[in-house]
């Protein structure tokens, strides 16, 4: 049996052994941290657990999502749970779809200078700076497309040097997107209106009435014909 | 022929009928005005500032888009629509052949992109159609002509100053009229041509710009005009649709609509003005000369 | 046991060598699969491999729990000690004269039902400064925010919600709360059309109908997504809303106790901030209780799917309370937890996968189960494989899994579907070099759900009078087995439903109840006279995962 390999890892600077293979957040909780701030879903969808490192001998300030990354002898780490940005406020109700509507309630999305930053500052690698491109010419379709995968970690906004706040102003693209782009679904309207007319109230209360083992045949015979892909 | 492109922000928003029509006429022609994919703002303002290479990157991005697109299409050109685009891109274009030390800067900074090798050679469509197409061919290819509209033509700032990136003299430029001339439009003699038309002022000192536009449209139209014709959206902006700002300072003011010059090309060439895509509605003025 | 160096291994597309034999056998039999179509299990087989094999029917799963309300029902003996452990605070702790939130409504737990609640209660009429939300994490760190696959909603004209209903039914093996069962399937195409009008960016045809598919358990295709960011996409919605409306939430602040007046009715709660380590107290007119479930407990040792905070807090508040808890004894194991590589393990790869068209594969390329029964018959299915047979794979650090043959989705709906429709798992596996559009990926059932919970009535309401409960903390919706899709629509629909409730009760009550901590009494009085001496004290807030040789020199300074 080997032993298992020990790594160094500076958290907030400070020295601490772990051992090798463990995700960054776990290296920090090995080393004796117990966590408030910094772990949210710990699978990657939450953006609580945003991290800054540089590995050792290299100048380049990477970033990762610590719950996503393992960790590597000789990092340099440090979390990022929050960063400062400003949420427009606005009534989704009377929000309009028109081009220049981000720029309305994130004006400093103008001041966009193209650097990339952004993108590169971007654990799930989206396409930051292209979607903020986006907005800035009135495309919220691609907009909303381009920044659906943000978990909003924030740490785009920590690094660009235009002080934008691109998550904020993505979920509203996406939000605009989501009710005015994207048209309501027919078939979910006519099935409301059914059940508001009552048309599935007598079949339920029949169902609740069965006996036990009819019911049990009625749903084998519902599996078995179950609806088979289409092509 | 196929031709990189780079609309701008404006083109693909406000000014969707300068791209479109600018696109149509360029069929005509055996053009294809290919846009640059993943082009992104031009950057605009230009700054003016020596050392401010951070602000010039958003135009060498694009440089490199024209450039990698380019060598597809056998090409060294980028045709632009917008003036402050077709600026701010141009004069940042020449930085870059002048001063190789912050080219090499601005490139290894954008490192998710080839280098730029300072080749490109940025064109305004006037440009383009004067010396590479000629207006002489223009006039034998469109079929229409635009019976005799007086037009007052407006270039503004940015399409003829500074001097190294002008698309015509800075005092007298006479491209638009030569062009348009070409295919039955009569171009009145207007003293604003070159006239500041207040530019991003319109955003927190409307005042000012209200007071431009009063002046350059009557002058215009003293001159004879029945219409104005520009090359640049914030131009267009500001004349057309800050006509209405003037109109409730000064109530005798008399509007008049404002044409992109892609626009009367296009409808020289037998197309159709999108006249919902104007403040001033041109239809007036487009059935008094039976167009 | 000392771990072998997994980062030395020499990995080939992110798989040893010899994890790769496997992988080649499962490529050769795809194409020839592809056709191939497993039988569903009959209601006697799904039996029969659910008693050998679920982690709920292993002899020491559960455990009596010997006070309270449920006393002499089972529960998970994670939960259990939970139940009959010492109280965070006692009487002596706390100022209870000095209040420092005084509302109508406080809610507990902020991830998506409690936001929902939030939403509904202000849409019911009550003021947004008289509802209070806290949280022991941020505003929508939860389950909600992880869950990928799907929302189940019977909207299409081949659907019906009697359909669903009798799907959920069966799935929950009939020990289901009929009346909640009609209420969430009745109630889901309108909590669809809410999320529409908030501009949810759910998945659309070119008529702009969703695009669903099946998944474990359902008869009808009913799963409607946002990519595999299903319940990121809804959270953060409802998240973006809850702030335009400028709600109050408290972060880091959990509930560590809840407040009853004189007939034992609950009239608001102990908070503790985590960050500065003091208390509020809060008075209420009504607390709705939106604490989510227990996966973090690691119950029977599994690692889990859930969020950081997946602690059970709020069963233990509202049994204090006097609340009574059902389906305790059920626990929810996903399928298809990530097996490989060692950082993701327990990870969910969402049934959405299957749903799309993933077989469950065999160390020797073979099918041995229908991809798509309900979640604890499939669970158990490739428990049995890995332990029944010689058929499993193993990890390098020693685990067993078999494959789910994501490839084999490219091949049915055209290259690209994972990337486009799975995009958050393929990023997962990319972090680690495996390209799941290429090859399959290994996986192990994984701690996912708490199907039981606080009991409900249809107005969300609990037993205990001024005390609300949805989303995962209730119980009684999904029996002893829950499908998937139904947990996303859970939330929305008692999220709102006691949100409605709460909204209503309070607007009844003009007086605020008196603030004790008598049920407190009562509660130490029957552990007393069980006999009970625990060392714990619950809730549990967060998990510790400290490392050993830290915790063994751990010293209480205060600094």
């Not at chain 1, 293979?21 to 941290?33: D, F, H, N, V």
């Not at chain 1, 605009?176 to 409301?192: M, Q, T, V």
């Amino acid at each position: 049996m080997e032993e298992t390999k020990m790594i160094k890892v500076y958290i907030m600077g400070k020295e601490h052994e772990v051992p090798e293979g463990l995700t960054i957040m776990k290296a920090i909780e090995y080393a004796g941290y117990k966590i408030v701030r910094g772990a949210g879903c710990r699978a990657g969808f939450c953006g609580a657990c945003a991290t800054v490192y540089r590995k050792a001998n290299d100048y380049k300030l990477r970033v990762a999502l610590a719950c996503q990354t393992v960790a590597e002898d000789g990092m340099y780490l440090t979390e990022i749970p929050f960063v400062p940005a400003n949420k427009a406020i606005y009534d989704i109700e009377k929000v309009t779809p028109k081009a220049n509507i981000i720029l309305q309630h994130y004006p400093e999305v103008a001041r966009c200078v193209a650097c990339n930053t952004c993108t590169k500052s971007c654990p799930q690698d989206l396409k930051v700076m292209d979607y903020i491109q986006a907005m800035k010419r009135g495309d919220i379709a691609k907009a909303a497309e381009l920044s659906f995968d943000c978990v909003q970690c924030g740490l785009c906004a920590a690094r660009c040097p235009a002080e934008i706040v691109h998550y904020h102003a993505a979920q509203l693209a996406r939000r605009i997107y989501g009710k005015y782009i994207a048209k309501p679904s027919p078939n979910l309207e006519k099935r409301i209106k059914e059940i508001e007319e009552g048309k599935y109230d007598e079949e339920i209360k029949k169902l609740k009435q069965m006996p036990l083992e009819e019911m049990k045949k009625k749903y084998m015979e519902q599996q078995k014909n179950a609806e088979k892909e289409r092509d | 022929m196929k031709i990189p492109y780079f609309p701008g922000c404006s083109l693909k928003s406000d000014a969707a009928h300068f791209e479109q029509s600018a696109i149509e006429f360029s069929k005509t022609l055996g053009v294809e005005l290919v846009e640059l994919p993943n082009w992104n703002c031009c950057g605009t303002v230009h700054s003016l500032t020596t050392d401010d290479i951070m602000h010039h990157l958003a135009c060498v991005r694009n440089m490199v888009h024209a450039q990698e697109l380019g060598k597809q299409l056998g090409t060294n050109k980028l045709i632009t629509l917008c003036a402050m685009c077709y600026n701010t891109l141009a004069q940042v274009n020449e930085l870059a052949k002048k001063k190789p030390d912050d080219l090499k800067t601005a490139n290894e900074f954008i490192d998710d992109l080839p280098d730029y090798e300072g080749k490109v050679e940025v064109l305004h469509l006037l440009t383009f159609l004067n010396n590479y197409v000629s207006f002489e061919k223009i006039a034998k290819v469109v079929k229409g002509r635009l019976n005799g509209l007086k037009l007052a033509p407006y270039y503004g700032c940015l399409l003829v100053r500074p001097e190294h990136v002008k698309v015509d003299d800075r005092e007298r430029p006479v491209l638009l009229s030569k062009l348009l001339g070409m295919v039955g439009a009569k171009c009145v003699e207007f003293p604003y041509a070159v006239e500041c038309c207040g530019s991003y002022h319109t955003v927190n000192l409307k005042e000012a710009v209200i007071e431009k536009t009063y002046t350059i449209v009557n002058n215009a139209r003293e001159n004879g005009a029945d219409a104005i014709v520009l090359s640049c959206p914030l131009c267009e902006f500001n004349l057309d649709k800050r006509q209405k700002d003037v109109k409730a300072v000064y109530p005798t003011f008399e509007p008049m609509p404002v044409f992109y010059f892609t626009e009367l090309l296009a409808l020289a060439s037998g197309k159709k003005v999108n006249v919902n895509a104007h403040y001033v509605s041109p239809e007036n003025v487009l059935r008094k000369y039976g167009l | 046991m000392p771990r072998r160096s997994v980062i030395e291994m020499e990995l080939i597309r992110g798989y040893p060598e010899y994890m790769r034999e496997s992988i080649e056998m499962v490529a050769k039999t795809r194409e020839a699969r592809a056709k191939e179509v497993m039988r569903r299990l009959t209601l006697e087989e799904r039996e029969e491999v659910l008693k050998g094999f679920h982690p709920d029917y292993k002899p020491d799963a559960k455990v009596e729990i010997k006070i309270g309300p449920s006393k002499g029902e089972k529960a998970p003996k994670e939960v259990e000690r939970l139940l009959e452990a010492e109280p965070l605070i006692d009487e002596s702790d706390v100022d209870l004269t000095k209040v420092d939130f005084d509302v109508d409504i406080l809610i507990i737990g902020a991830g998506g039902a409690g936001t929902v609640a939030a939403l509904w209660a202000y849409y019911s009429g009550v003021p947004k400064e008289n509802i209070l939300m806290c949280t022991k994490l941020r505003h929508g760190d939860s389950n909600t925010m992880m869950a990928q696959g799907g929302i189940q909603s019977a909207d299409r004209p081949e659907d019906s919600p009697a359909i669903h209903y009798l799907d959920v039914l069966g799935g929950g093996h009939f020990t289901n709360n009929p009346d909640l069962v009609e209420k969430l399937v009745m109630e889901a195409p309108r909590i669809i059309k809410w999320h529409e009008s908030l501009g949810v960016m759910y998945d659309k045809d070119a008529n702009n109908n969703f695009i669903e598919i099946s998944g474990g358990g359902t008869s009808r295709f009913r799963m409607h997504s946002a990519k595999d960011y299903t319940g990121m996409e809804i959270m953060r919605v409802l998240r973006d809303e809850f702030r335009n409306l400028g709600m109050k939430v408290l972060e880091f602040t959990s509930a560590v106790e809840l407040l009853t007046g004189e007939d034992g009715e609950v009239t608001g709660a102990v908070l503790f901030n985590m960050e500065t380590k003091q208390y509020y107290v809060v008075r209420a007119k009504a607390v709705i209780l939106a604490t989510g479930g227990f996966g973090r407990l690691h119950i029977m040792d599994f690692p889990t799917t859930n969020h950081y905070g997946a602690t059970g807090d709020g069963l233990v508040l509202a049994y204090r309370a006097g609340a009574r808890l059902v389906d305790m004894d059920s626990v929810q194991y996903h399928p298809t937890g990530a097996a490989y590589p060692e950082p993701i393990v327990g990870l969910l790869i969402t049934e959405k996968v299957r749903g799309l068209g993933a077989q469950v594969i065999n160390k020797i390329g073979k099918q041995f189960v229908f991809p798509l029964e309900p979640r604890d018959v499939e669970a158990a299915s490739i428990i049995k494989e890995c332990y029944s047979t010689e058929n499993y794979v193993v990890t390098p650090t020693g685990l067993r899994g078999v494959w789910l043959d994501s490839p084999l989705i490219e091949l049915l709906r055209g290259e690209g579907t994972v990337v486009k429709s799975l995009g958050a798992m393929h990023r997962m596996f990319a972090r680690f070099g495996i390209d799941m559009s290429q090859d399959p990926i290994l996986t192990f059932p994984t701690l996912h759900y708490q199907n039981g919970g606080v009991a409900i009535n249809v107005n969300a309401e609990t037993d205990v009078r001024g005390l609300f409960a949805c989303g995962e903390v209730a119980g009684g919706i999904h029996g002893k087995n829950r499908l998937m899709g139904n947990s996303l629509l859970d939330v929305n629909v008692f999220g709102k439903i006691a949100g409605i409730s709460a909204a209503k009760y309070v607007k009844h009550k003009h007086s605020k109840g008196k603030l004790t901590l008598n049920h407190l009494k009562k509660y130490r009085k029957e552990l007393k006279e069980a006999g009970i001496k625990s060392e714990l004290k619950s809730p549990m807030l967060l998990p510790d995962y400290r490392g050993k040789a830290v915790l063994s020199r751990k010293l209480d300074i205060v600094v």
